[in-house]
């Protein structure tokens, strides 16, 4: 079974770049299809920011995608997200989470790491 | 763009009731790109039900899901005291879109 493990800094300065990794084990990131990361703001619902399939190519929320950047590092079994030019808004718990292979459903998650973003 | 809207938003019930919770599409979706996941607080998301009606592995028989093309619907027979969780309903939107929407989540509290 996969593990996913996130980290990365809790605090973020606004207009700075929010940069996370996401730790596979228990499998080759380059076993499964579909690599994603979502987000939870304090209290709120879960938002999808982007999926990426293990060869590379990179889907994103219409909403982020000016900002977001997601990539895979299979010789490390490392999943990375950064997002640019941070606001409050970007204050959120962060998941990586591996998809099933047809791409459709978030089989497997992190526990998430929490980003606040406050100068 | 797909929106999921939950209803209702929080429920207070006794466990060894049964709850059906609600999850309305703004537009048809289909039956293999609908999921159910529950969340319980400070803890990732599990995957439920995928596919409507199908459920994840080692989930109990006291979930079910149903329903077609906007209305969908989270079933659990008889409330167990570790169900009381937030329940959030996910889409898959196919290309070029391929976007994932969810519900912004129904909380289940004990009465």
């Known amino acids: 079974q996969v593990q996913l493990q996130e980290s990365g800094p809790g605090l973020v300065k606004p207009s700075e770049t929010l940069s996370l990794t996401c730790a596979v084990s228990?499998?080759?990131?380059?076993?499964?299809?579909?690599w994603g990361w979502i987000r939870q703001p304090p209290g709120k619902g879960l938002e999808w920011i982007g999926t990426?399939?293990?060869?590379?190519?990179?889907y994103y929320n219409p909403s982020l995608k000016s900002r977001v950047t997601i990539s895979v590092d299979t010789s490390r079994n490392l999943l990375s997200l950064n997002v640019s030019s941070v606001t409050a808004a970007d204050t959120a718990v962060y998941y990586c989470?591996?998809?099933?292979?047809?791409?459709?459903?978030?089989?497997?998650w992190g526990q998430g790491t929490l980003v606040t973003v406050s100068s | 763009e797909i929106v999921l809207t939950q209803s209702p938003g929080t429920l207070s019930l006794s466990p060894g009731e049964r709850v059906t919770l609600s999850c309305r599409a703004s537009q048809s979706v289909s039956r293999s790109y609908l999921a159910w996941y529950q969340q319980k607080p400070g803890q990732a998301p599990r995957l439920l039900i995928y596919?409507?009606?199908s459920r994840a592995t080692g989930i109990p028989d006291r979930f079910s899901g149903s329903g077609s093309g906007t209305d969908f619907t989270l079933t659990i027979s008889r409330l167990e005291p570790e169900d009381f969780a937030v329940y959030c309903c996910?889409?898959?939107?196919?290309?070029?879109?391929?976007?994932?929407?969810f519900g912004q989540g129904t909380k289940l509290e004990i009465k």
């Open positions: 228990g499998n080759s990131i380059s076993s499964a299809y579909y």
């Open positions: 596919g409507t009606s």
């Open positions: 989470a591996s998809l099933d292979l047809r791409g459709i459903l978030f089989d497997y």
């Open positions: 990426i399939y293990h060869s590379g190519n990179t």
């Open positions: 996910q889409q898959y939107g196919s290309s070029p879109s391929l976007m994932y929407a």
